[in-house]
């Protein structure tokens, strides 16, 4: 039975684990590892230290459908709406731009629970903690260096990192990569953005009515969400979260400053924006050093082949877009590569 690693568990490693098992079933081991110590990468879905507040969704916010989408990926969209993972977004989103046709979704449980529900449906071996360093080719396999200093073997690997992590790796990968495919993952660009999650107590109520907003006169913040007015999941019981957005520019110009000094100039801009806001409970800052692609590998079908034999694919929003439908497209062009 072939092994293959799949690195990342975001939502492209989740499908790409998903449409494997789906396609080999139980011709195949499939194993995901993740630095991360929980899934979701930047679909993620933050915890409050104090349980009684909702969770936040750091990253991804919901789900827009584009007419020619909705109908290339029905069976995706059918399959989570039908399991309640997804559910149409019904809350006011001031300031959204809105194209002609297209559908908003939300995930009740958090934006992490998409990726949750494909890997649930992979029944792959998921481990966490699991940095990898390096790739090295060993005849028809892939050995597998982590950060912790061993190394594991695989038939077959599929990196779903941003590029620039990828581009890290020790090993072979580098001298496999073609000119023209270096150049390639070269031009890809990233923006960098902060995001806050503010934690409230329950009985806090919001003075405003939106569950959230896009923020058209702040140099710093672009977007303001009550996150579980957002998603549809108000319960009773728990506080509030707000998750708030920073702007590209204002990402890009702190880009190199900690995170914990940051901080403190958002949570600033905000009291100015929301000048009755009630004090949160805890706060948590996140650093998206690579948030949206905004220049994507050029002319890709949505994965790059490194090697055929061992297989070695690279896949990722940055092959693709920036979405759920980015991350699903290049999840099936990597599965329509030859990885057993
Ligand atoms: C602030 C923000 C807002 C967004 N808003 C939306 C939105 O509203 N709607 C939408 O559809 N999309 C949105 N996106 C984009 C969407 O989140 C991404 O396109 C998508 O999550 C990318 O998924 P991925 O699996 O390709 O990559 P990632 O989610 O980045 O997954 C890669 C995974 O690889 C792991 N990893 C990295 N390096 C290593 C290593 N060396 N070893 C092991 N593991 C490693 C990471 O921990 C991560 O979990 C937003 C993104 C951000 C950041």
Request: proline share 5%; glycine share 8%.
């Amino acid at each position: 039975m072939s092994r293959v690693l799949i690195v990342g568990a975001g939502l492209t490693g989740s499908v790409c684990a998903c449409l494997l098992r789906r396609e080999l079933q139980n011709r195949v081991q499939i194993v995901v590892w993740d630095k991360a110590r929980g899934s979701g990468g930047r679909m993620s879905t933050s915890r409050p230290p104090d349980p009684c507040s909702h969770t936040a969704d750091l990253g991804a916010q919901y789900i827009t459908a584009t007419v020619a989408y909705a109908k290339s990926h029905h069976s995706f969209y059918s399959e989570l709406l039908s399991s309640g993972v997804l559910q149409p977004l019904i809350a006011r989103i001031e300031g959204m731009r809105q194209t002609e046709g297209s559908k908003n979704y939300v995930a009740p449980g958090g934006t992490c629970s998409l990726v949750k529900h494909f890997l649930s449906q992979a029944g792959a071996e998921l481990f966490f903690d699991r940095h990898v360093t390096g790739l090295y080719c060993r005849g028809a396999s892939w050995e597998v260096q982590r950060k912790a200093g061993d190394r594991e073997t695989f038939d077959a690997v599929v990196l779903t990192m941003p590029v620039p992590q990828i581009l890290q790796l020790q090993g072979d990968l580098g001298q496999l990569l073609s000119i023209q495919q270096r150049e390639q993952l070269d031009s890809v660009v990233y923006s960098s953005r902060f995001a806050l999650a503010l934690f409230f107590a329950p009985d806090v109520n919001f003075s405003f009515s939106w569950a959230a907003r896009y923020v058209s006169d702040s140099s710093c913040i672009r977007y303001i969400a009550v996150d579980s007015r957002k998603r549809n999941a108000d319960s009773p019981g728990l506080g509030p979260s707000l998750v708030v957005h920073t702007s590209v520019d204002f990402g890009l110009q702190h880009l190199d400053q900690d995170k914990d000094l940051v901080q403190p100039v958002i949570v600033e801009e905000l009291q100015r924006l929301l000048p009755d806001l009630p004090q949160p409970i805890s706060v948590k800052c996140q650093k998206w050093r690579y948030s949206q692609v905004l220049t994507a590998v050029p002319d890709s079908p949505g994965h790059m082949t490194v090697s055929d034999q061992p297989p070695l694919l690279l896949a990722g929003d940055a092959f693709t877009h920036s979405n759920f439908d980015g991350c699903v497209e290049s999840a099936l062009s990597a599965l329509g590569a030859s990885l057993v």
